[in-house]
């Protein structure tokens, strides 16, 4: 048995495999889970796990713990096996897959990464840098300008009003004066997961291959992945699990 | 001596010539211990948010430095150089604007150069004088990038150091001659480095301050450091002006990529980094290297002067996980 982890900077995410096949998932905020549980000694993260009620005292003693995610090489684990969070997206997508070459588009609370796969293997990726407008936190930001929910968000499509600003920051005003001309929340709604897709396509755009993976809190979005459909003009595969991807992958990563 | 400083590599022969103690702008910002501060210092000046760290940190170490002389390289290198000479020229400060030329003629490099010798009365005896003692210090310089590249015996850190103070030998040429002798003569008893990945560094100097000695901590090194070590002047041409032609840090991507394509093979090379600052051009360029070299390349970014961030390190180690994962 073995227990993944995956230190998002919005959710951790937790995935317990055996025998080749998931147990159970779950995840935690990630501030919530760092003060409750958290602890550093000696320059040492370590966690108290069994104090989350989430697993079994002898899933704990038993099983391989392996963990990924942010912060990871800023600090040692107390006894655990660490893996860059690139190899675990890319386990965790071949496990549920079962693909063997294609382009894995992993978009979570702060980072977006995109990475090619042949082979079952990692050959090239990028992540984006410096900026951070496209992913999840910038779709918290937009609903709650909206005054939506995150699900109403992800779910429009038609018609998008464009908003043009790169700055997540600044496409908070650009947004409130789109709002004062008086477009219907649906198309606003539709404007903001547009300009997710505009980000990222030059991204994707540098490894095309016969399949697009999408993984992260992203990939619950329904408009998102109905409107990257429509600009790369292939289907997007969305596995059974998109959010527990990296944890999935920490607890299958060979 | 007076002292005069310069915004990128140009002939410091005639600096040398002219009794001027000559000063790399980039040396004196990014070793300065403010270097942070002073890019701050250029922003509240005006700087905007969005324009090279390099420029700024140049113009605030100018000022503080006392540095009343400069040679602005307005071609082949950025055009920010441009208007960092106007408005040094504002705090009294003289700006001369040197210019490689973009088609790289053989005719205007020469016009370039002498309109230079004129400008500092420095004669063509002395300027050559000057390149002869120049081109000992640089043959040195080559072999610590030998020992690097073929006996494993020297850091990335350090390949990165002696040549890129080749661009002004450390405003001493005799001083830095010493310090490489003696670093010449420590070296050769040291044990060979047993790095697993070798690595290709390209693109401009980085702001990062422990880039180096991170991938070494991770079993990898760099074996080449593309434009620090065309700042030695590496094909010991006697010629001047053929010397200036060579060097292909002021000209096109693609002269840049013959001498790094060559390079990578004869140097062994695994995998590139390819260095970019923020809000430059040759971030662009960034789209040909990809184009045109075959081996796994990771693109950095750096803006300020600053040690690797969590981000950078996860997409270093990622990638060096990949390449390792590949051979």
Known sequence: MRIGIDLGSRKVKFSVVDNGAVVRLADYDTLGFYKRFGRIVDEELSFDLAATGMFAAEELASAALVVTGYGRNTLDFKGVKVVSEIRAHVAGAVFQTGLKDFTLLDMGGQDTKVALVRGRRLDDFVMNDKCAASSGRYLENMASILEVSLEELTSHWEDPVPLDTTCGIFGESELIGQILRGHPVARLCAGVNQTLVKRVLPMLRRFPSPHLVLTGGVARGGAFVRMLEAETGSPVIVPEHPQHNGAIGCAVIE | ?327
């Open chain 2, 1 to 327: 001596m007076k002292k005069t400083g310069f915004t990128t590599s140009i002939p410091i022969e005639v600096l040398l010539a002219a009794g001027r103690v000559p000063v790399d702008l980039n040396n004196l910002f990014i070793t300065s211990e403010r270097s942070q501060w002073l890019i701050d210092k250029a922003e509240l000046e005006g700087f905007p948010r969005n324009i090279c760290g390099w420029i700024k940190g140049i113009y605030a170490a100018v000022l503080e430095s006392g540095i009343r002389e400069i040679v602005a390289v307005t071609e082949g290198d950025c055009s920010n150089a441009r208007a960092l000479m106007e408005v040094l020229s504002l705090k009294g400060i003289s700006a001369i604007p040197f210019a490689y030329p973009g088609d790289r003629n053989r005719e205007s490099l020469r016009i370039e150069i002498e309109k230079l010798m004129e400008q500092f009365g420095a004669s063509l005896e002395a300027v050559m004088e000057a390149k002869t003692r120049l081109d000992g210090i640089r043959r040195k310089v080559h072999e610590i990038d030998r020992l690097t590249w073929q006996e494993n015996l020297v850091s990335g850190q350090e390949n990165h150091y002696f040549q890129v103070a080749t661009s002004d030998m450390n405003s001493d040429p005799d001083r830095f001659e010493e310090e490489i002798e003696g670093f010449l003569q420590a070296v050769v008893s040291r044990k060979p480095f047993r790095e697993k990945i070798r690595l290709a560094y390209i693109g401009v100097p980085p702001i990062i301050s422990d880039l180096y000695p991170f991938l070494e901590s991770r079993g990898a090194r760099v074996v080449f450091n593309e434009t620090q070590r065309q700042f030695s002047m590496p094909y010991g041409i006697t010629d001047l002006v053929e010397q200036y032609r060579a060097y292909t840090y002021p000209y096109d991507i693609f002269t840049r990529l013959e001498d790094i394509t060559a390079e990578i093979e004869k140097r062994r090379v695994d995998a590139v980094i390819h260095y970019v600052q923020s809000f430059c051009f040759r971030q662009i360029e960034d789209m040909v290297v990809r184009r045109q070299l075959s081996l796994p390349v990771l693109t950095l970014e750096g803006d300020k002067p600053a040690s690797l961030d969590a981000r950078t390190r996860i997409r270093i180690e990622s990638f060096l996980e990949m390449v390792r994962e590949k051979s």
